[in-house]
T-cell receptor, first 114, second 115 residues
Framework: NAGVTQTPKFQVLKTGQSMTLQCAQD?????MYWYRQDPGMGLRLIYY???????DKGEVPNGYNVSRLNKREFSLRLESAAPSQTSVYFC?????????????FGEGSRLTVL | QQQVKQSPQSLIVQKGGISIINCAYE??????FPWYQQFPGKGPALLIA?????SEKKEGRFTISFNKSAKQFSLHIMDSQPGDSATYFC??????????????FGKGTLLTVNP
């Protein structure tokens, strides 16, 4: 049981380049999330998808787009990467519903923008 | 606006000691308060969580204390072990009653337990 799988694990980009971070979960969860983690800043929500077919902005959505491709997959796209987007990105999923708020995280994707 | 304030930023404890991490929140709509543990190179993982209908929850060596009137909650790690060395995040979310929990995280506490 893989849980939440993110690809790639590491990526180096030049300013202005684009890329897509992929995330897939095999737990039949309804909700999926993208967070970024920066030193001293904790985890900040970029976008989330409450259910298949819906996406909403989180705390720091500027410079990013997302696609909920199906129930399993939720991708994060950087159209024109900037050095400020250097970060570790985490995808997470949750079953959702009242009384069940546990998020399951992937192992992260470390992105460096030069 | 930082909705969940966590302290301290770092903590060093001797093996067998008690580790205490504190969090305070502002949004009175928050009603779910989890703690996540993160080891280097890994994603965060749920450690323990509490809802405001109880003032304390204990799971093994880990205890959450919750003070609704003060809008504060804390994590206590009893008999701290070197294997507990990790970054700990408190978080909070409103219960949307639906299928998503938008967690707001604190900035994290790096705990080091010396042998």
């Amino acid at each position: 049981n893989a849980g939440v799988t993110q690809t790639p694990k590491f990526q180096v980009l030049k300013t202005g380049q684009s890329m897509t971070l992929q995330c897939a979960q095999d737990m039949n969860h309804n909700s999926m999330y993208w967070y970024r983690q920066d030193p001293g800043m904790g985890l900040r929500l970029i976008y989330y998808s409450a259910s298949e077919g819906t996406t909403d902005k989180g705390e720091v959505p500027n410079g990013y787009n997302v696609s909920r491709l199906n129930k399993r997959e939720f991708s994060l796209r950087l159209e024109s990467a900037a050095p400020s987007q250097t970060s570790v990105y985490f995808c997470a999923s949750s079953h959702g519903g009242v009384g069940n708020g546990e998020l399951f995280f992937g192992e992260g994707s470390r992105l460096t923008v030069l | 606006q930082q909705q969940v304030k966590q302290s301290p930023q770092s903590l060093i404890v001797q093996k067998g000691g008690i580790s205490i991490i504190n969090c305070a929140y502002e949004n009175t709509a928050f009603d779910y308060f989890p703690w996540y543990q993160q080891f280097p190179g890994k994603g965060p993982a749920l450690l323990i969580a509490i809802r405001p209908d109880v003032s304390e929850k204990k799971e093994g060596r880990f205890t959450i204390s919750f003070n609704k009137s003060a809008k504060q909650f804390s994590l206590h790690i009893m008999d701290s072990q070197p294997g507990d060395s990790a970054t700990y995040f408190c978080a909070a979310s409103p219960n949307s009653g639906g299928s998503n929990y938008k967690l707001t995280f604190g900035k994290g506490t790096l705990l080091t337990v010396n042998p």
